[in-house]
Every structure is written in C-alpha cells, then in structure tokens.
Nanobody, 125 residues
Framework: QVQLVESGGGSVQAGGSLRLSCAVS?????????MGWFRQAPGKEREGVAV???????LYADFVKGRFTISRDSAKNTLYLQMNSLKPEDTSMYYC??????????????????WGQGTQVTVSS
C-alpha cells in the first residue's frame, strides 16, 4: 500500500522560507511516476502548486513561479518543495500526491490517486 507522509510545514513571516518533504513508501516504482504538491485553503478548492516527472520535467502554477522549487530524490523516494519569498496568501494545507502513470504532466488534482495527510503552512504579514 502506497503511503505518502509530508513534513516541514510551520509558521513563518512573509518573505521567509520553508522546505517541505514527502516520503513515499510501499511502492518500489514510485520514482518513475509523476508526483506533485498541491494546496488547499479553508473554503477553497484544492489547487496544483508544482509537479515533476521521473526525468525532471516540471510544471509550476503561475502563482509560485520564481519562488518555489520542486525536486525529487529517487534514491530516497522523497519529494521536496522549497518555498522562498512566502506570502500570506500562500497560507494553506499542503499535500503531496502521486499519479498512477508517468505521462501527462498536469496540475489537476483529480488526476492524482494517492495523497498524503497534509502539512500546514502559515505565513503571517
């Protein structure tokens, strides 16, 4: 059974940085599949933040371009999200997710099958 466990969330002031991690277990082929970060604020729909495939192709949401960096360490089965220049509007629960295939890089949450429990990021002004 695939398990995704996020960590690294917390509270920071605007302009600060955080690094999220997502440890994947239970599936030896996860390193070949598309993975990504998503977020959901109270009362809002879940939205894609950044996704990456096995060869390093990346798709970012416009609202994080130039501020966030997604990466993965296949040897450690871990996905990362480096978040810099954080803004109060980045406050949200952040989730990592895994797609069931290795084609079709997309920020659409409904394309992803496995989800972590989320880690809270709070940015104060």
């Amino acid at each position: 059974q695939v398990q995704l466990v996020e960590s690294g969330g917390g509270s920071v002031q605007a302009g600060g940085s955080l690094r999220l991690s997502c440890a994947v277990s239970g599936h030896t082929y996860s390193s070949f599949l598309i993975m990504g970060w998503f977020r959901q604020a109270p009362g809002k729909e879940r939205e894609g933040v950044a996704v990456i495939n096995s060869v390093g192709n990346i798709l970012y949401a416009d609202f994080v371009k130039g501020r966030f960096t997604i990466s993965r360490d296949s040897a450690k089965n871990t996905l990362y999200l480096q978040m810099n220049s954080l803004k109060p509007e980045d406050t949200s629960m952040y989730y990592c997710a895994r797609k069931d295939d290795y084609v079709g890089l997309t920020l659409r949450p409904d394309a992803y099958s496995y989800w972590g429990q989320g880690t809270q990021v709070t940015v104060s002004s």
